[in-house]
């Protein structure tokens, strides 16, 4: 599948319009992102920062989608054995904010996703403050 490029194709989608559209890419860019074969193709053309932005569009008013999307982005977060795939400080820091906010909002608690969007943004924020305090314990070591 990547070496048709259609994991550029899915990137691009992301910027779509159309929420259903979104949420299939999103379960696809799920599923490769789990693959550790494959999970670099998120990093590709931007698709980080542009799942980070579809969350923060979506968090509000499409809480399904905004499930989705932190689900690609915490299988992409996943570390493979041997092979480290991160997200630059920007991106890092923004999703970070991002969370946050979402974990502080109690307007959408009446959707009967809430509590699984919160959930997994408190499994993803958790898992961005791990990995920082490992980063920053190897460089002390250093």
């Known amino acids: 599948m990547c070496q048709l490029q259609i ?24 599923n490769i992102a789990a693959d550790p074969r494959h999970k ?8 980080v920062s542009r799942m980070i932005k579809l969350i923060g569009r979506s968090c509000s ?17 996943l570390e493979n054995a041997g092979e480290e795939v991160c997200m630059s400080k920007a991106e890092t820091g923004a999703l970070h904010e991002l ?25 993803l924020l958790e ?3 791990a990995e920082e305090e490992e980063s920053q314990e190897t460089q002390e070591a250093d």
């Open 7 to 30: 994991d550029q194709v899915l990137v691009m989608l992301l910027d779509h319009a159309n929420s259903e559209v979104l949420y299939s890419v999103c379960g696809v860019l799920t």
């Open 61 to 77: 008013s499409e809480i399904p989608l905004a499930v989705i999307a932190c689900r690609a982005l915490f299988n992409f977060c």
């Open 40 to 47: 670099n193709a998120l990093a590709k053309m931007d698709g």
């Open 127 to 129: 898992h961005l403050e």
């Open 99 to 123: 969370l946050a906010q979402v974990l502080e909002t109690e307007e959408q608690s009446t959707h009967p996703q809430w509590d699984e969007l919160t959930e997994v943004a408190f499994k």
